[in-house]
């Protein structure tokens, strides 16, 4: 059973799994009354570097359609783009657990504690997702075929060497080929203006 080195605030992957596949599952049956499930094109939970908190997000077809610096895809494939952040109280118990274990941390036990913490907070919300994708909540395979799911973070490395897997993980062949594709386009459009940037500076 893997756990972090936090003390008395030590938490299970298994039990930190459960606890967010919980909150996740509430929060997005609210969206889902709220909006209406036909009109939601992704779910996601997002969190940050330091992983001490995390929430809920939707993003819809209408924010998609409505985007104007880039693509639809450019839309459901950036979590931090979405449209709908849920600011309940549903992840409450989840993001007080995860401060505690964070506020545990203590360099002088462990130099390589946080590191540790992030990846067992990673790890839990995406095997949290994948439960909820297990038990049908995202629909069947037709149905995710037009859905992303994802665990992301706001601002990190892991967007390179760690969301490709866990796009992998929890979604349909089909739509992470397209998550593939959508990469690719970003990494030529990088070449292209490193390019340039080449030719100016030869000038």
Not at 10 to 24: F, G, K, P, V, Y
Not at 74 to 80: A, Q, T
Request: overall charge negative.
């Amino acid at each position: 059973m893997k756990e972090t080195n936090m003390g008395s605030s030590a938490m299970s992957l298994e039990t930190l799994r459960d606890l967010i596949a919980q909150a996740a599952k509430c929060a997005f049956v609210a969206v889902r009354e709220e909006l209406g499930e036909a009109n939601i094109a992704g779910y996601a939970i997002l969190s940050h570097d330091c992983a001490y908190s995390c929430t809920p997000v939707v993003v819809t077809h209408k924010a998609m359609t409505t985007y104007q610096h880039g693509s639809a895809q450019d839309v459901l494939f950036s979590v931090v783009e979405w449209d709908h952040y849920d600011n309940s109280e549903r992840f409450a118990q989840v993001n007080d657990v995860l401060l505690a274990m964070y506020e545990a941390g203590d360099d002088e036990i462990d130099d390589q504690w946080h590191e540790k913490f992030r990846e067992l907070v990673f790890e839990a919300n995406v095997q949290a997702l994948e439960h909820l994708v297990g038990e049908g909540f995202f629909g069947d395979q037709q149905a995710r075929n037009t859905l992303f799911v994802l665990f992301s973070l706001s601002d990190s490395e892991t967007f390179d060497s760690h969301e490709p897997q866990w796009v992998a993980r929890l979604n349909t062949a089909q739509v992470t080929q397209q998550n593939a594709q959508w990469r690719e386009t970003l990494d030529t459009g990088m070449d292209d203006i490193e390019a340039l940037i080449k030719q100016l500076n030869l000038q």
